[in-house]
């Protein structure tokens, strides 16, 4: 990474005026480079204890943009540990809230709140378009998700976990040590199983396993992680598949590294992948990517999604079809019963789209893929997997 040639050009210590400027004294910091720091665009998931304080510290830095993800709203409970959140906030989304706060802190700071799960409703591109994530979450569904797009598309993510007064905050790099994956355990695989064992989620945040943490830990996990990050922007070396793991009790602070595991499934990166700029969710139909690919890839090319699409269900009652075209993974067990008669219906799926289909007319959008999407075109060995890079500029539209 490191240019040789270089190594006595240090960047230049810029030193302003304190009264204009709020970025004064990072100038006195030999390696900071304030325009590094407005340029950079940070993807922060997670909203909650650690996220507050994640944003918060991003704020004052002034990173330029930040886009904030999360699907939760804001209770009373949150209070004791998110220094963004008001009393009167109880009910509005944590996303709306958090980047309302960061603006007052610094209006320099661009943001974009995004409302949702990380698990099945972001595009991988997203992730490709971004310099850093920082994962501010409390289960291991979304790390896995987060960690699995790292990988996909070859950017650096911090994790950082926190549990009473221990903590845990840690970098990971594609290719470069282990990963979260590498890290999980039998155990943790039997817990994020848990929500697999229905076809259709049972009830919503199975998985929301409260744990007990205090505004002390959620601090100093995210001090750490906001640390590496900006490491991450300067190019400055990180440790890359170790943890920092800091016990509170008996204020023991200490790294561990992880061992890569052999056949890890996360480690797959997309190559190639094809950036189309006209292609949008909303205006490009199946029949139109499917053109693409079968001009790249010979007639016989295919699309194929990650999870199933379910396109109809049928009613094991009432006999009556219904057009559905939305991921399993988003539907819930209520979605199966019927609106005529309240018998359940048989979903059908695909994962697949071959040119034979009836439904070829569909926008991406109208097949519930998400903005910013990496669609894999296959012809038996050749893959070439597309972005939809004609919705950046409306999904990372940073204001
Ligand atoms: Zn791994
Ligand atoms: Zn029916």
Known sequence: MHDESNEVTAPPIVITDPD???????????????????????????????????????????????????????????????????????????????????????????????????????????????????????????????????????????????????????????????????????????????????????????????????????????????????????????QPGKAVMINGLTNDVYTTEYPVKVGCMSHATLEPIVALPEATTAKTTLADLLGIAQKALGDTAVLEFDGELVTTMTCTGCGQTFPIFRKMARLYEHDAVCPNCGSRREMNLTHRISGQEDFLNRTLADVDVPPLSIIRARNGNERIYYELTGDKETFLAFT
Not at 51 to 73: C, P, Q, S, Y
């Open 20 to 238: 204009a400027d709020r970025y004064h004294t990072f100038g006195y910091i030999s390696w900071w480079q304030q325009e590094v720091v407005r340029r950079a665009t940070i993807l922060v998931v997670g909203a909650g204890a650690l996220g507050n304080e994640v944003l918060k510290n991003l704020a004052l830095m002034g990173i330029g943009n930040l886009l904030i993800a999360d699907f939760d709203t804001i209770e009373d409970s949150n209070l004791s540990r998110s220094v963004l959140f008001r009393e009167g906030d109880r009910g509005r989304r944590k996303v709306d809230v958090a980047a309302q706060r960061v603006k007052e802190l610094n209006p320099d700071v661009n943001v974009k709140a995004w409302h949702g799960n990380i698990n099945f409703e972001m595009g991988l591109g997203v992730f490709r378009h971004v310099d850093a994530i920082i994962g501010c979450l409390d289960n291991r569904e979304a790390r896995l998700s987060i960690n699995r797009a790292s990988w996909a598309v070859n950017r650096p993510w911090v994790d950082g976990a926190i549990q009473e007064l221990m903590g845990i905050a840690r970098v990971f790099w594609p290719g470069q040590g282990a990963c979260y994956e590498c890290t999980l355990t039998d155990l943790d695989y039997q817990i994020i199983n848990l929500r697999y064992s229905c076809p259709l989620l049972a009830r919503e945040n199975i998985l929301q396993g409260k744990v007990p943490t205090t505004p002390t830990s959620a601090s100093i996990v995210a001090a750490f992680q906001t640390q590496e990050a900006l490491k991450l922007i300067h190019d400055m070396e990180v």
